[in-house]
Nanobody
């Protein structure tokens, strides 16, 4: 069983910063990509940022230049540093890991439970 534990959300102010972290634990054998998605009320879940096993990153246009994704492979952890926050960043943020539980198992998407980020104007 794989668990993803998210931390660091909460209330931020417009123009301020928040940092999200997500640690994968349990029977995780190998991790490929790691990322963050978000879902605002009444909207579809969208990819915010993603980082490959080699460190390549991609971001949704609305956060480029403001958010930075990073990972610590030794700790199976991914972080999202969110600067210059805007009220439209308000959403539930979900950690995503593409990994597998053994060399013989298939690759799967694993999800965290979600963490609320609220940005006040």
């Amino acid at each position: 069983q794989v668990q993803l534990v998210e931390s660091g959300g909460g209330l931020g102010q417009a123009g301020g910063s928040l940092r999200l972290s997500c640690e994968a634990s349990g029977s995780i054998f190998s991790i490929n990509a790691m990322g963050w998605y978000r879902q605002a009320p009444g909207k579809q879940r969208e990819l915010v940022a993603r980082i490959s096993s080699g460190g390549s990153t991609n971001y949704v246009d609305s956060v480029k230049g403001r958010f930075t994704i990073s990972r610590d492979n030794a700790k199976n952890t991914v972080h999202l540093l969110m600067n210059s926050l805007k009220p439209e960043d308000t959403a539930v943020y979900y950690c995503n890991v593409f990994g597998r539980q053994s060399a013989l198992r298939s690759w799967n998407d694993y999800w965290g439970q979600g963490i609320q980020v609220t940005v006040s104007s």
